[in-house]
């Protein structure tokens, strides 16, 4: 039987598939393999190790949250947008959530300080520009926000509250007023 050679892409897009519907723990050779149906092999010739792959898995995840996360929503700031985006990626694709945002790395460093938190820099000229703060007032804008909002998305991966999105937009909407209120 002749070898077929599957395209980097095509194992690429299979291992994707299978950690935003299953999670990453799922993305294994065999998964991948059975899901192409086809043997081990062409997926060690594309990728180096499943290490590799789950690397590349990871930065399109990442980059697909970062399309999610500034898409403007009508009749709201862009710093409420983020915020919403924030919850409804959680929502939407809670496998890619847990893997980018609640992954064991063997590191020891807090989010918002965190290599995948690029988008930080954006985001908080975002506030400090909407709300007319400092950047020591943003950046503590960001964080608080951004705890509370993790708080709800985590909720909402964990099946322990759903909250409607009129709800997390009520609760989004008096988290910043609070915190503005203390500039």
């Known amino acids: 039987m002749p070898h077929i050679k599957y395209p980097e892409e095509v194992i690429f897009d299979a291992a994707f598939e299978l950690a935003k519907d299953y999670g990453m723990e799922k993305v294994t050779s065999d998964a991948v393999a059975a899901k192409l149906g086809c043997s081990k092999q062409p997926i060690y010739s594309a990728f ?13 995840a990442t980059k697909k949250y ?3 996360l500034f898409t403007e929503r009508p ?22 959530f847990r893997f980018i945002f609640f992954s064991d790395r063997g ?4 989010i918002v300080n965190h290599r995948l938190d690029e988008n930080k820099p954006k ?26 909002c993790n708080g ?10 759903d909250f409607s999105d009129k709800d997390i937009l009520r ?13």
Do not use: C, W
Not at 75 to 96: D, W
């Open 107 to 110: 590191e020891n460093v807090a």
């Open 171 to 183: 609760l989004i909407n008096e988290v910043r007023d609070g915190i503005l209120s203390v500039k």
């Open 123 to 148: 985001v908080v000229e975002i506030i400090k520009n909407e709300h007319k703060l400092t950047d020591s007032q943003a950046e503590d804008h960001y964080i608080k926000m951004g705890i509370f």
């Open 66 to 68: 970062a399309e999610f």
């Open 48 to 60: 180096k190790n499943m290490v590799d792959l789950k690397n590349a898995v990871l930065q399109r």
């Open 75 to 96: 009749g709201v700031t862009m710093t409420i947008s983020i915020a919403l985006n924030y919850v409804r990626f959680a929502r939407e694709y809670p496998h890619l």
């Open 152 to 161: 709800i998305a985590a909720m909402i991966i964990s099946k322990t509250s």
